[in-house]
């Protein structure tokens, strides 16, 4: 579990890469003033040096606030089975 602040210090950490990825299995509903988004994606890159590689399931639920789209909320976790 992480906060918001967490996160973009870790993904924005010297050192660390994330490689383009696309989403596998994309899941998307919207409504008015909402929507989730998710799937799975095989995360790659760097972390001080070190390869990793991971496949996540995630989703993504989002609001429209202000006229704005935000991310609410994220779960993201390890598909069974995988590196």
Excluded: H
Aim: hydrophobic letters at 40%; glycine letters at 10%.
């Amino acid at each position: 579990i992480e906060t918001r602040a967490e996160l973009i210090r870790d993904y924005t950490a010297p050192g660390f890469t994330l490689e383009p990825f696309t989403v596998e299995q994309p899941i998307e509903k919207v409504w008015a003033n909402g929507a989730v988004m998710g799937g799975v994606a095989l995360l790659r890159g760097t972390d001080s040096g070190k390869r990793y590689e991971a496949r996540l399931r995630f989703a993504d639920v989002w609001a429209k606030r202000d006229g704005r789209w935000q991310v609410i909320y994220t779960q993201a976790s390890r598909v069974m089975g995988a590196k």
